[in-house]
């Protein structure tokens, strides 16, 4: 069982950078997908950002991509997301999620993820 513990949520203001991290229990990193997604209140769960685990390739959602870069660290099993220029509608709670046997044409889907972790809030102010 795969545990994920999100942390370096805040209060910002809008403009200003906040970098997330997603620290696994074990080496998961490596296979399958890797992702980011937003929930706020009465909303579905919002797809952000996701990596292959083989290779690195990246996938933002169109509100994200050119402020948002997803990246890793395998050897200390912690996934990122450096968010910048950021604005008051990326409001929310952010979660890390896994999927070891992810396939990519669902990398955007929270479905087909396995491992979740409890997520970390983030506000930004206008």
């Known amino acids: 069982q795969v545990q994920l513990v999100e942390s370096g949520g805040g209060l910002v203001q809008a403009g200003g950078s906040l970098r997330l991290s997603c620290a696994a229990s074990?080496?998961?990193?490596?296979?399958?997908?890797l992702g980011w997604f937003r929930q706020t209140p009465g909303k579905e769960r919002e797809f952000v950002a996701a990596?292959?685990?083989?290779?690195?390739?990246?996938y933002y959602a169109d509100s994200v991509d050119g402020r948002f870069t997803i990246s890793r660290d395998s050897a200390k099993n912690t996934l990122f997301l450096q968010m910048n220029s950021l604005k008051p509608e990326d409001t929310g709670v952010y979660l890390c999620?896994?999927?070891?046997?992810?396939?990519?044409?669902?990398?955007?889907?929270?479905?087909?993820?396995?491992?979740w972790g409890q997520g970390t809030q983030v506000t930004v102010s206008s």
């Open positions: 990596m292959r685990g083989r290779g690195g390739y990246t």
């Open positions: 074990e080496r998961t990193f490596s296979s399958g997908n």
């Open positions: 999620a896994v999927a070891p046997g992810g396939i990519l044409s669902s990398i955007r889907s929270p479905i087909q993820y396995d491992y």
